[in-house]
């Protein structure tokens, strides 16, 4: 599976969009926290407002801990679950789901940008979350096998072909 994962992965689009944290801050004697916040600031659109470490938050306009979080009814304990979070913007949900115990989880996003700021919240947590680029209508269980719970936030009304 992983085989075809790798091949579904559009180059240069997802893995290494944003390089390895850490390599670059052993290599440039830069803190981790500096080279997050310049990463933060290089962006010039974050829809999602983040608690990182360092006291760092992303500047996104929408704070789904608050907004959004308390509404959806998800379960508490996630423990040993595949998760699939489908259009994750900058992850928010795909990180509270590895908070709380998912064994596994898988984001697809079809913005390069999205997923270049999903890798950057994903160094600064230390998540071991993927994303991967492609679209809802790609999903094939041959790709990624199946799923003990699907996150489908914010996605429904953007699609060409809904039904």
């Not at 489908?86 to 998912?102: D, L, N, T, V, W």
């Amino acid at each position: 599976m992983k085989k075809l994962r790798e091949m579904w992965r559009k180059p240069n689009q997802s893995k290494g969009i944003v390089g390895n944290a850490k390599s670059a801050v052993v290599n440039n004697s830069e803190s981790l926290t500096n080279w997050l916040k310049r990463q933060i600031e290089s962006e010039e659109y974050w829809f999602q407002s983040m608690e990182l470490p360092g006291g760092i938050v992303t500047p996104g306009w929408s704070n789904p801990k608050t907004e959004k979080l308390p509404f959806f009814g998800l379960p508490q304990d996630m423990r040993g679950l595949r998760v699939l979070d489908i259009g994750h913007a900058e992850g928010f949900f795909s990180f509270e789901a590895e908070r709380r115990g998912a064994a596994e989880v898988i984001g697809i996003e079809t913005y390069p940008a999205m997923i270049r700021k999903f890798n950057i919240c994903r160094t600064a947590l230390g998540s071991s979350a993927q994303s991967f680029r492609g679209s809802v209508y790609e999903l094939d269980p041959k790709t990624f096998g199946t799923f003990d719970l699907v996150f489908f936030f914010g996605v429904l009304y953007h699609l060409r072909h809904p039904l």
